[in-house]
């Protein structure tokens, strides 16, 4: 069998998500990063930049819509600015999907809080156009990309 060259085999893709306490709902899994189907994370992490302060406990999970803790064996202390690589699983999304955080705060609200998610991943499904996927950058604005 003859192994075909393809420019983008390899490619791996980081997303990063943004957000502050006022962003999450409690005890709910809210999207930050959309993965296309064939997608398989490789890498990330949260990133705690500014603890969060609700009254007793500050956690989070980060997973998927097919399992809210994917991507954590133990919850996340948010409590302490920090930084808290992905547990890797080694899964293989069939289907788009997000990949969330579900922040459980206890006591009251929180008043700060601010976390970056960083997600890096690969995609198995070699049929992905990604000439067309990488013309739009994060940030929505369009780049060129490179000639395939």
């Avoid at 705060?105 to 990488?134: K, N, R, W």
């Amino acid at each position: 069998m003859t192994i075909v060259q393809q420019p983008w085999r390899g490619l791996t893709v980081a997303r990063k998500a943004a957000f502050v306490f006022g962003d999450l709902t409690d005890e709910t899994a809210d999207p930050l990063i959309d993965v296309p189907a064939g997608a398989i994370v490789v890498g990330g992490g949260l990133y705690i930049s500014t603890a969060w302060n609700s009254a007793t406990t500050d956690v989070m999970d980060i997973g998927d819509g097919g399992d809210a803790d994917r991507y954590t064996v133990a919850a996340i202390d948010a409590t302490a600015a920090d930084y808290t690589p992905l547990d890797l699983t080694g899964y293989e999304y069939t289907a788009a999907d997000t990949i969330d955080v579900t922040w459980n705060g206890e006591g009251t609200a929180p008043s700060a809080g601010v976390g970056v998610l960083v997600v890096q991943y690969v995609i198995a499904d070699e049929s992905v156009d990604f000439a067309a996927m990488l013309s739009v950058n994060s940030w929505g604005g369009s780049r060129r990309a490179p000639n395939v």
